[in-house]
């Protein structure tokens, strides 16, 4: 009887230990930077999707999870050869994690998914303002989503996607494992001695190197200080879409205080286009559009978050979109 009594109480301090937070997998002051919890199969009560999609090794499905306060050792990589688990997800989700913590080749992970539950909706951590001196040694925010402001191309685009720019620090990479520039409508090329006001994206680790990975387009902004004048809002204001999600038919509204060309389209996470709902100049006051779900040959799309947009002179304003069928 007590020996069954100590049995029991050791599957229950187990099973105590192995549910946790993002912070527990990730925090380590071990110089190889290693999980405390690496091979374990642990729980993760609550976590953050904050990035879909990331395909760097490619052939199975993958997204970034994040505690919901964010912080330094918030987040983590998650894999998984099941592909219905990432396209079941949408940013925001807030899920139940078990699954087995990985190192490859020292960027942690988690794995071998043996359960993925959403169980509500929340607002994803604001990105952590970084400088790009920082990412050279980013152990603490791994997997998190950070942002860099007013940088400066030093590096163009190499043919795998590599970019480096810096603000005045030190240079930093950044990725495309999100989605290629190329593939975007019109093409974004990156020069030397671009500007950008800000790039936000999920930090990744791969070939001893740091690097920011933007999850799409609307995490790239051109101009400085990108809160505020990314768009004139004295001029032109996206009031966002209702209903929000929607099945398969939304409503997009728009303000403008004065007379201007605009553009006013759909693009996917990977920064595809897929409608344009708008474009020409359009008179002051507020307008709507109606999407209703299908791309520019009438073709009705799968489920999944999408972005209007809209593009004037002064710059481009953006909204998320939860299409649920």
Known sequence: MKKTFILFMFVIMTAALCA?????????????????YLEQVVTIE???????GWKP?????????MDPAGGAWSGVYVYDYDEAYVWNLYE????????????????????????CEVIGQVAIPEPVAVSTADIDSMEAYESCLVMVDDVTVTQ???????????DGSAPCQIDDAYFYLDEIDPPIVIGVDDFWGRLVGMVGYSYDEYSINPRYVADMYPDSDADETVIDVASVSLNGNYPNP????????YTLLESTNINLAVYDVAGRLVRTLYTGTQSSGTHFEIWDGTDNNGTAISSGIYFSRISHSNGVDTNKMLLLK
């Open 246 to 253: 929607f099945n398969p038919t939304t409503r997009i509204d």
């Open 92 to 115: 925001g989700d807030l899920v139940t994690i078990t699954a087995t913590v990985d190192e490859y080749y020292n960027f942690t992970e988690l794995g071998y998914i043996e359960e």
């Open 156 to 166: 163009a685009q190499d043919d795998y996607g590599v970019w480096y720019v810096t």
């Open 57 to 65: 090794n490619g052939g199975h499905a993958s997204f970034f999870v």
């Open 46 to 52: 609550e976590a953050v999707v904050v990035g879909i």
């Open 20 to 36: 946790m937070t993002v912070h527990d997998v990730q925090f380590t002051e071990d110089p190889s930077g290693d999980s405390p």
